[in-house]
């Protein structure tokens, strides 16, 4: 059964700097890789969708890898802004066709 | 062009009561997925439409059932409710045929209570 970890659970940064989100998987036949953002009482907005046959997604200040063979995924976010805070979520699509999602990372950016 | 929609936005029922959510996806977007967050399971897969054709469900009782219409707006109906159901409920829409391979769109979602 695939299962999904995302660690830290939450995280506190000053702006202006770069950091990583990690998002773990048990199961590396995977479909693909989404990362996600939640604002506090909202939906998600998708950020970066990565394929299994990609290795990365770049979209702006964001990044996102992928290590199937180690079952893994980061989100690396330069040059952080208070904007940027929210609970990150990524979830994979595993081989049921099922999206299995991590508990999310709450990251708060000090101005 | 709009984006999903969710109705209504918030919900307030007793246990043992029925109910209905709706979803209209992103014009154009002929798959919508729902899914249930809570705080202590996260987000959980329901199920997924396309077509008007259930294409997989997650591990949730047959009291959650759902069915899309000719337009791929969907619904999402919960029978006999318990407090546990008390949840946000989110659906989301995927352009093409990928359905869960390609990028999900979500909508705001609707908070159930459950009393």
């Known amino acids: 059964k695939q299962e999904v970890t995302q660690i830290p659970a939450a995280l506190s940064v000053p702006e202006g700097e770069n950091l990583v989100l990690n998002c773990s998987f048990t199961?590396?036949?995977?479909?693909?890789l989404q990362w996600f953002r939640q604002d506090p009482g909202k939906g998600l907005t998708s950020l970066l969708l990565?394929?299994?046959s990609q290795r990365e997604q770049t979209s702006g200040r964001l990044n996102a890898s992928l290590d199937k063979s180690s079952g893994r995924s980061t989100l690396y976010i330069a040059a952080s802004q208070p904007g940027d805070s929210a609970t990150y979520l990524c979830a994979a699509l595993d081989s049921n066709y099922q999206l299995i999602w991590g508990a999310g990372t709450k990251l708060i950016i000090k101005p | 062009k709009a984006g999903v929609t969710q109705t209504p936005r918030y919900l307030i029922k007793t246990r043992g009561q029925q109910v209905t959510l709706s979803c209209s996806p992103i014009s154009g977007h002929r798959s919508v997925s729902w899914y249930q967050q809570t705080p202590g399971q996260g987000l959980q897969f329901l199920f997924e439409y396309f077509s008007e054709t259930q294409r997989n469900k997650g591990n949730f009782p047959g009291r959650f059932s759902g069915r899309q219409f000719s337009n791929s707006r969907s619904e999402m109906n919960v029978s006999t409710l318990e407090l546990g159901d008390s949840a946000l409920y989110l659906c989301?829409?995927?352009?093409?045929?990928?359905?869960?391979?390609?990028?999900?769109?979500f909508g705001p979602g609707t908070r159930l209570t459950v009393l």
């Open positions: 199961d590396s036949a995977i479909y693909n």
């Open positions: 990565i394929q299994s």
């Open positions: 989301a829409s995927s352009g093409d045929t990928g359905g869960l391979y390609n990028e999900q769109f």
